[in-house]
């Protein structure tokens, strides 16, 4: 397990700074960007190179090269979208390549994140080691170039990220180093770099937890994982085991575990910035190691990425290394409760009744409703700290595909402006997502039956339903907000900068959403 981690923690990529021109740079491949240019609505657009990352002045000492390709294959520079032309000897690399930045109105960072992983992919293709291209000193669209090369950056780490430890051969990528070319500003350019490489590394870590089986990544070797994190981070640490968290009265959580041969673990976490404290944040991570789905069996469909079902565990640990890093003027307590779901003679049975933390008592109606049990406790748990904001990550329902779709994340809560505040910042992480309402309508059936709540109700609005029972235990003298990833947490397909797998999304936006506290 420790080599698991020791090799896929990271990328190993290299950024380096030049002052020569792109014709003489030392690299395998220059880049440079286009435009795309259109006359109008009905114009396709025609790739325009820029004079100022050099593309002007190079396509002029190659004699217009560039511009004669660039005409003669119809290249129209749409976003991401490359052309790679061999020149013959004429510069010191061996190719340029020219990526399309899309229509100029539609730019944002997102874009360059895009390029980043075209660029990287690029690169593998042709088994370049290096690239190099020049930066842009002013700003460009009002984004200035910190946040472009930041954007940058995570897009050449995440698009460079792939996940094949269990293979007997791995094929090594060829591409690790990066040369900026510009002649000022250099430690903000590095400060970005650096930026970027936290977030790619907590996004690669949250990738990796989700992507390692489950045979061997235990609760128990998830909080070691958190610990030893804690420890390089000057975190809190607190674990608890089966019988500290027993004393904790945590019922619901342990009903979940009585049926793993693997003991439970609850790991809570805590950073608290060196001045002042602008908001006490809860951050809780629902950590089902696996999921069977209990006595209420899944279908084998269903199971195959049930390994994925810690991933909301996985962003918060993520989120909280990023945070101490950055050193964010916010406290932040991260709470994680680990366990897998499965099947033996003490497992819990439908109709089994179980006192929760806050003494509530709950029929269990679904064991495959397993999420929001653990969770209930746990957010009990982190009420006690007296966060003025508590957020919750959870890969918590099936019916978030039937709501949503793949692409965007569930979010539900009881306040408005914070809803508002997650929304902006997953928009402008291009992280999708979307504002369900926790509509009180849908409670029927939860107070129904010999106990306090049973865990599941009527409705066939299994998201909204599932947030409605978390809501039952965390009150109304917190702001909450709730995140179901049950569907973005995982991808079957590739898309942009994310193979198959692990996405690591909201891990960016919660570290927006909290660098805007």
Known sequence: MQSIFNTVYTINMQFKFSDE????????????????????????????????????????????LLSKIIKEEVFRGETVTRKLIYTDGK????????????????????????????????????????????????????????????????????????????????????????????????????????????IADGVILTRNLVNIPAR????????????????????????????QIADEKMGLFLAVARGSENEPRFVHLSYKPAGKVSCKIALVGKGITFDSGGYDLKPVRHMLTMKCDMAGAATSLAVI?????????????????????????????????????????????????????????????????KPDVLIDVATLTGGVLYALGEIYTAALGNDQKLINKYLAAAKGEDEPAWQLPLAKEYKKGFTEGPADLRNMGKTKADTIAGA?????????????????????????????????????????????????F
């Open 21 to 64: 021109p792109l014709e003489k740079v030392v690299a395998d491949l220059v880049v440079v960007l286009a435009w795309q240019r259109v006359k109008d609505k009905k114009d396709k657009g025609t790739a325009a190179l820029q004079k100022s990352d050099g593309g002007m002045a190079l396509d002029k000492y190659l004699g217009g």
């Open 468 to 516: 409605l029972f978390l809501e039952e235990f965390v009150g109304e003298d917190v702001k909450w907000l709730h995140l179901d990833t049950a569907e973005t947490a995982w991808a079957n397909e590739e898309r942009n900068f994310t193979p198959v797998g692990g996405t690591g999304t909201t891990v960016r936006t919660l570290v927006r959403l909290f660098s805007s």
């Open 321 to 385: 290394k990023i945070v101490s890093e950055f050193k964010l003027p916010v406290a932040l307590d991260v709470y994680i409760p680990l366990t897998d779901n499965m099947i033996d003679a003490k497992a819990e049975v439908p109709g089994n009744i179980i006192k929760s933390r806050n003494g509530k008592t709950v029929e269990i109606i679904s064991i495959d409703a397993e999420g929001r049990l653990v969770l209930a406790d746990a957010i009990s748990y982190a009420l006690e700290r």
């Open 216 to 243: 061997d990544l235990t609760p128990d070797i998830f909080a070691k994982k958190a610990r030893e994190i804690a420890t390089k981070q000057k975190l809190g640490c607190t674990i608890l085991n089966p019988k």
């Open 91 to 198: 510069t010191t690399a061996r190719a340029v390549l020219v990526v399309g930045l899309g229509k100029e109105a539609d730019f944002n960072p997102n874009v360059l994140r895009k390029v980043g992983a075209k660029i990287t992919e690029a690169a593998n293709e042709v088994k370049a080691r290096s690239i190099a291209g020049i930066i842009q000193p002013e700003s460009l669209k009002k984004f200035a170039p910190q946040a472009r090369i930041q954007a940058l950056v995570e897009g050449f780490l995440l698009g460079s990220y792939k996940f094949e430890q269990y293979k007997k051969e791995p094929e090594p990528d060829t591409f690790n180093e990066v040369v900026f070319i510009a002649k000022s500003g250099k430690d903000k350019i590095e400060g970005a770099i650096k930026r970027g490489s936290i």
